[in-house]
């Protein structure tokens, strides 16, 4: 009996184990890092802008930014943008801004990134009569 337990493990292991040794993918079917999902919070002076930084450690990785609120009053268009960071201030990547009112879904994505430091920042766009707080949520690998 002994025997005939020994050697159904030996079977079983060897089941286990056997698998294919071909071709190898590249690709992995999920990143290997969990999303980093980071919330700042700000007030933006009439005229101004109010810049966050995050660290993006996968290179060509989803980016997103959304705006998730702003106001008073609520319904007000800001400028939500990404970009690095040079001078100590944030630049605005060549396309990586809109205009655009807080919701809840991102309204900034993209995967042309490379692992580095980025900020996001989030602005005035001439319509501000007062200062504006904020919530942006940034979403990163």
Partial sequence: MKRFLVGLALAVLSA???????????????????????????????GGTDAHSFVVKLSNGLVTANLTSAGPPATIAMGLGIGTISNGACSVLQGGAVIATAGPTAQLSGTNFTAGTYCVAVFDVGNQSAAVTYSVTVTHY
């Avoid at 190898?24 to 919330?39: D, K, R, V």
């Fill in 16 to 46: 286990c184990s056997s698998g294919t040794s071909g071709g190898s993918s590249t690709t992995p079917s999920t990143p290997p890092l969990p999303p980093t999902n980071e919330i700042f919070t700000g007030t933006v002076s009439v």
